[in-house]
């Protein structure tokens, strides 16, 4: 299991994802679930991975490996981010054909969702969800994120505070809490994440970060998250349900 969470906003992008896979309770590694696709001045497009692991890193493989070829379509050559959510989809169904298919009768998941998100020039910001079908869907002003794997623990606190016009510092804050609350409930979902904003039009992968359990806003804003909410809770008016 893992958490990624993207958001499109008016101002630019956010990208939270951690970075935890298990493969049964005794064999737990750490994988990078977020990965760059960067022409400088050009295009940046961050894709994150949810799912068999095999796939979505065959997946990753062939994308990059298809970038050093400019006759073939690839994620630094297509021309606006439907061609390259359609280019991951395809990719999506040619790595889950081929390993699904030497493997008939066997009981593997070779399934998994990714997230494609970026910007190309002369082209507005763009965030997609692509599928295991290799079909996906795209983020709008009404639905301004995407959330791939374990999901729900993280999601109320997206839902009442994120819209379009959030902040892009606020709504960090928001996917980092979000990834708090799915922390603390699911051990399948871990430390260290890898978060990354895109500030709109800048074409600019700087703000790449590394978070780990020791990492001091983190840890405070964990503390404080919780701190809050225990006081809240404290301050709600004692029980009446009789009237």
Not at 81 to 93: F, K, N, P
Not at 186 to 196: A, E, I, Q, R, Y
Request: negative net charge.
């Amino acid at each position: 299991m893992t958490y990624c969470v993207a958001m499109r906003l008016s101002s630019g992008l956010v990208f939270v994802s951690d970075s935890r896979t298990n493969a049964g309770v005794d064999h737990i590694s750490t994988f990078r679930k977020l990965h760059v696709f960067h022409q400088s001045d050009e295009r940046v497009m961050v894709i994150q991975s949810a799912g068999n692991l095999a796939t979505t890193q065959s997946i990753l493989s062939l994308l990059h490996r298809r970038c050093l070829d400019p006759q073939m379509p690839n994620m630094l050559n297509v021309e606006s981010m439907y061609d390259a959510a359609s280019l991951l989809g395809e990719t999506v169904r040619e790595v889950i054909a081929r390993d699904s298919g030497a493997n008939q009768g066997g009981m593997t998941d070779f399934s998994c969702n990714l997230l494609l998100g970026g910007q190309i020039k002369d082209e507005g910001l763009r965030l997609f969800h692509v599928y295991p079908q290799g079909n996906f869907i795209e983020a709008t002003h009404d639905t301004p994120y995407f959330q791939v794997g374990e999901s729900k623990y993280g999601k109320p606190i997206i839902d009442r505070v994120l819209s379009y016009d959030t902040a892009l510092d606020q709504a960090m804050q928001c996917a980092l809490i979000s990834m708090d609350s799915t922390l603390r409930s699911n051990l399948s979902v871990g430390l260290p994440l890898d978060v990354m904003i895109y500030p709109k039009d800048s074409f600019s992968t700087a703000q790449q970060y590394r978070i780990t359990e020791d990492h001091p806003y983190f840890a405070m804003i964990r503390k404080g998250w919780g701190e809050g909410l225990l006081s809240i809770f404290a301050q709600l008016p004692p029980l009446k349900l009789d009237n």
